[in-house]
């Protein structure tokens, strides 16, 4: 009982260390329970991305092309919903930006496979081609009436059903089960039996489910989506990458799942926190990246205290 009851103070920490440093800086803009409330909401996208990305980097692979298929997939999506009309226009979004994504993982999945090059080199070279495809199509905007689940409550019962269905791929199915041992070793993998490679492509193609929902999320939140050029989108991966990094470090006390939910929440509340301070982007990014050094520090050292001894 008293170790459950650490775990849970030790999991707590670090959000309510991070929130408590802002509060007493900025108290009136960044204390507000309205603020707490926006902030929760706006963790859930990038939760969702990288759970979708845990499953390809669980495996020892990368993808840099997530948020060029997330422009893509919004796009395309919001053009197929228009299609339908108001009554079945979010049923087409929602099922276009799934079945797009999917899709598009699908061919990273089969491109890595078949050229038997790194993972990143794959996904650079498609994220240019996903970035000029969705030049060609160009940018998208989806009206009012059927960009519900970018608000609450809609949005936020969505974040959490995704969580629950990471949760249970990653933690209860037997294609999370393999993924984490293709993770540990291809090797002895591959001497249990296991496809290897089938592993793999599950991975990219369950990471593609997670980045579809990410997809009509993103459009319904912002109501526009502009296509990038020269691999700008890959700016979109930093927030949910930052957030699978802290996931890793918590997963000694929590779930990665869990974990990734909460690293999602305090990069949320570093940024809104400077925000509110006046910080300028620039420096904003050079603080998140300073603080995501020091918490993988952290847990790395940990890691090495643990062979020692």
């Known amino acids: 009982m008293k170790q459950k009851i650490k775990e849970i103070l030790s999991i707590v920490a670090l959000p309510l260390s991070v929130y408590c440093i802002f509060f007493i800086i900025e108290p009136r803009r960044f204390g507000t ?30 993808d840099l092309s997530i948020g060029a298929i997330i422009i893509l997939s919004s796009m395309i999506g919001t053009k197929v919903g228009l299609l339908f009309g108001p009554f079945f226009g979010l049923f087409g979004l929602i099922v276009s930006c799934v079945l797009i994504s999917v899709v598009l993982e699908y061919i990273n999945a089969v491109a890595y496979t078949v050229l038997k090059i ?31 689940f970018g608000r609450a409550p809609y949005n936020i019962v969505t974040g959490i059903i995704t969580f629950l269905l990471a949760y249970f791929l990653f933690n209860k199915t037997q294609a999370g089960v393999q993924i984490k041992a293709v993770g540990g070793s291809e090797i002895i993998s591959e001497n249990a039996g296991i496809n290897v490679q089938k592993v793999k492509i599950l991975g990219f193609l369950l990471c593609g489910l997670f980045t579809g929902i990410a997809s009509f999320l993103t459009i319904s939140h912002g109501g526009l989506v502009m296509p990038s050029t020269r691999i700008e989108s890959v700016t979109r991966l930093f927030p949910p990458l930052m957030g699978y990094f802290i996931g890793v470090a918590l997963s000694k006390i929590c779930n990665i799942i869990i974990g990734i939910f909460i690293g999602e929440m305090v990069i949320v509340m570093i940024i809104t926190g400077m925000i509110t301070m006046g910080v300028t982007t620039t420096l904003q990014q050079v603080i998140t990246g300073l603080f995501l050094l020091a918490v993988v520090g952290v847990a790395k050292r940990g890691e090495i205290e643990e062979v020692v001894k």
């Open 33 to 62: 329970l309205q603020t707490l409330y926006i902030m929760f909401q706006q963790a859930f996208i990038p939760s969702i991305v990288a759970w979708g990305l845990c499953f390809v980097m669980t495996l020892g692979l990368y």
């Open 118 to 148: 790194p993972s990143m080199i794959v996904t650079i070279g498609l994220l240019m081609i996903y970035e000029t495809i969705g030049n060609l199509i160009g940018g998208a905007s989806l009206p009012f009436e059927i960009s519900m």
